[in-house]
């Protein structure tokens, strides 16, 4: 087999694996794997591929040129590598099946022929143009035409590729979904994560303006940020038709990108591209790709979305850095993960004051430091809103500062008529912004709307259908429309997605206690506790259980618990008071609810429609509450 036979001193690499062609050799950090010369002959066909999808009948006919087989030998050798190479069912990080087509080597490999330097030959073109010299090894003049030659045609063969890919007519089924992969660095000095999950986070703000397809969020993609990650099997989790992924290298003052759009369904480039750019020219490049992307989709743009597409927030890469680790920590929605956040988008509105979407994302850590009693309502909600009002001072088109207004709006003003006016400007302003969608369906819920609220939770869920927070949020959105059997549902489901997660503990824990099954509503409850480090909420709500389910003993020590945290820390007088609304015990109740009112916390603003309150309803008082919060009919 000709493919097969090399020379001596020719080098693979790739993660902790070194290929020795010569020698017929596979080493897994210097030690060796033992390998069939069959499948030995298979990785090397792959690698030598790598990036290429090769067909079943290709792949038998490099392997068995002169024996007659069954393909079910094929699938054999695939299973073996694959069990060489250590990869598991749900992760391949070195050989994708595609289905119908065949099989593609996707890992970064370096090559070498053996002269020490082993760098990708990405990396290498990198340096040349970056003005570094490398030693060109050649075999004589007639080597080097020969090469020059093949070089031409190849390229030439390329270029007709690449334009017939790129060519949007070519595109037979149009694209309505699109994720943006966190991008691979390459290099020693391209390890910063959030260089990498930057370019994607750019990019995902860009184009989810657009109306004709729906971006994934940020959100959706953080979990992708390994360097391992199967691309299209991504493409298939998150349910999208393509999906564009890259790579990052930045050595000293340059940068440069590769990027591709791919179809998910059979691995075909739709577009691909390579920057070589100062690194100041960053957003120059972003401009670029964003247009080249809407381009290759064929979509029909208005001006607004043209305008937005190139659409520059800041012109400071310093501050656009900070801005991107204030987001990554933002995600992880737990209090030290906000506290930081916050104190990223702080220094970048130092670095650029203009910054309107770093005070949008400080509005965002301080109204979910309250959710999550890292401060209390008078501390975090004015601080959300005044950041909330700066953003949109310098730039009123922002979807997400009018989002984060109507929230405080919301939570704290009890300002209704202004909530929904905020919100509703959100989501004209980006009719894809998840976020909005599902803060608006609590609103909606709030109001008792609730087919408006599931269906706008709903519309969350199309444009980020792997969000737990909105997962479950069309269970509690249920719980509130008395849908009990929907809040446990959801809640289930998110837990199939992630057993850690500790608001669908909670929740299935409320949708248990209104079906008045008291065990599974304090296992579930009980395991929200201990996951969040004894979160005060998790506690009151335990409490309120162990009450309903008349263990009031039990119940009485959460109280005395509540009462020795809040002289540590914030705690909501509402936590109490659900304790003692399951105890029965109205008059504490009420006082405890009237100590929130005069607090504003957050909660009330469900107090309308929240099943662990009903047995105060006929009391005037409870009334009177419910016409201080701006909620009485």
Known sequence: METLNRTAGHFYEFDAFRLDVGRRLLLRDGEA???APRIFNMLLVLIEHRGAVLGKDELMKQLWSDTVVEENNLTVIISALRKALGENRRQHRYIVTIPGQGYSFVAEVRESLGDGREEASEEKEFHRSAGFALPLRASGRKLILTGLLLLVIISFFAYLLLTRKSNPAEIETPVRTIAVLPFRSLGRESGDEYLSLGM?????????NLR???TRPTSAVLKYSESGANPLAAGRELAVDALLEGRIQKLEDR????????????????????????????FAVQDSISEQVARALALKLSSAEREQLT???????????????????????????????????QRAIERDPGYALAYAGLADCYNLLSYYSGLSPKESFPKAKAAAERALELDESLAEAHASLALALMCFDWDWAGAEREYKRALELNPRYATAHQWYAEYLA????QGEALASIKRAGETDPLSLIVTVGEGYIGYYGRDFDATIRQSEKALEMDLSFVPAYSFLGWGYLQKRMFAEAIGALQKAVSLSDGDARMVGELGHAYAVSGQ???????IKQLELKSQRQYVSPYEIALVYAGLAEKEQALAWLRKAVEERAWQLMFLRVEPKLDLLRADSRFTGLLRDVGLAR
């Open 255 to 282: 940068i440069r990108v590769t990027v591709q759009l791919i179809r998910v369904s059979d691995g075909q480039p739709l577009w691909s591209e390579k920057f070589d750019e100062q690194f100041t020219n960053i």
């Open 311 to 345: 659409k520059r927030h800041t012109e400071n890469t310093e501050a656009f850095q900070l801005y991107l680790k204030g987001r990554y920590f933002w995600n992880k929605r737990s209090v030290e993960g906000l506290q930081k956040a916050r104190e990223y988008f």
């Open 552 to 558: 009031k003993a039990q119940a009485r020590e959460i």
């Open 33 to 35: 794997v033992t390998l």
């Open 212 to 214: 004709q397809v729906i």
């Open 200 to 208: 994607a986070d750019a990019l995902i703000t860009r184009l989810g």
């Open 446 to 449: 709030v109001m008792g709307r």
